[in-house]
């Protein structure tokens, strides 16, 4: 029998490694996986990529991982924010390496690597700093920019309802890149409100599939949220 | 002459924004925008972190902290409205299925050329998040900016001088003195408040300016 539900968010995250690409989904806070992530600052592992449309907010999640000091790059489309201070200090320190993409490229480049493409001709950045250095082609009188696709070892993503074959439905805008970094990574965790027998997700309201997703994790919310009022 | 203030720029962007349009508010003076679009058109906003159909700020109290906009406020979901990933809600601006994106600017030039991500400055901490997807992507894009800087430098200028977000990507100006269209053959003046005159604009800009028939604000 085939059960991808891991015992908790420790065991979820167990494999992760040293130096390992970890993208995570989440805009701003809405879709962030905490628990896996604090489950991640609790296993001790560092020199992470991390790629994440921010830099992290306020204290938990990304903004804790930066914190710690677990963080050698970040790829992201909007790191500066009111709540990004512990990313400004380790950024105006050199103890971290940014790779700014747009917003769009960004989710193209996730979804790229998701869909086995070689790189993506994309119209948006052309002409500007963060296209300098890079491939151009005018394809039907518009300008595009060669890019390639972003992969990782790992995904962390926040799903609202999950079966045990890994099937995913999200909750409102928390759904944001995490559809599209579970196709990206080798392997893809997804932390969600309950897991639910087979055939209680409706087959036609499957957000992501099954075959993208290697692990999931129930984490209760009422709980998580009595935690944090803690 | 009667300067706009911000509300009223945000009213008189609203005016041309018609019934069916997808339309996508960029952070900052653009949301004002939604509070002047008229209640009898039926206008569809998007917010690129993956809703169409975004209603107003919910009441206190009732927030939604999964439920936010572009600049992570808590919003509202029109009935009728719907969610989407990351990758669909660019290809809705990428591919030009959204109809208008109205934008803040530090300069836009006579070309059309944007620049509002990117002061250029050193020790500034870069961020772009959608502002080069949008500014490339919508059918047309609208900015809404001050038209004098707090030194009263122009901000429609000939060509920026901070780094681009995008190229003849802008096709309408509208700021707190005048509109102006731009674009390939140069800016053109649509419209002026009471009491401006186009020589006097020309001044305040020292841009090239083709006056358009006349309206009044």
Known sequence: ?230 | MNRMNRDQMAERVARDIPEGAYVNLGIGLPTKVANYLPQEREIFLQSENGLLGMGPAPAPGEEDWELINAGKQAVTLLTGGCFFHHADSFAMMRAGHIDICVLGAFQVSVKGDLANWHTGERQAIPAVGGAMDLAIGAKQTFVMMELLTKQDESKLVEACTYPLTGLGCVSRVYTDLAVFDVGADGARVVEMVDGLSIEELRRLTGVPLAAAEMQPV
Not at chain 1, 92 to 111: C, D, F, H, K, T
Not at chain 1, 175 to 195: L, Y
């Open chain 1, 1 to 230: 029998m085939i059960d991808k539900a891991a015992a908790s968010p420790q065991a979820a995250v167990a494999d992760i490694f040293d130096g390992a690409a970890v993208m995570i989904g989440g805009f701003g806070t809405a879709g962030m996986p905490d628990e896996l992530i604090d489950a991640l600052i609790a296993k001790g592992v560092g020199n992470l990529t991390i790629i994440n449309n921010n830099a992290g907010n306020g204290e938990s999640g990304v903004a804790a991982l930066i914190r710690e000091g677990r963080v050698r790059k970040i790829v992201c489309s909007f790191p500066r924010q009111s709540d990004s201070h512990h990313f400004d200090a380790a950024y105006r320190a050199g103890r971290i390496e940014l790779e700014l993409v747009p917003q769009g490229n960004l989710a193209a480049r996730i979804q790229a690597a998701g869909a086995g493409l070689g790189a993506i001709f994309t119209p948006t950045g052309y002409g500007t700093l963060l296209a300098e250095g890079k491939e151009t082609r005018e394809i039907d009188g518009r300008h595009y920019v060669l890019e390639y696709p972003i992969h990782a070892d790992f995904a962390l993503i926040k799903a609202q309802r999950a079966d045990r074959w890994g099937n995913l439905v999200y909750r409102k805008t928390a759904r944001n890149f995490g559809p599209i970094m579970a196709m990206a990574a080798k392997t893809a965790i997804a932390q969600v409100a309950d897991i639910v027998p087979l055939g209680e997700i409706d087959p036609e309201v499957v957000v992501t599939p099954g075959i993208f997703v290697q692990r999931v994790v129930q984490i209760d919310p009422l709980a998580s949220k009595l935690e944090q009022a803690a």
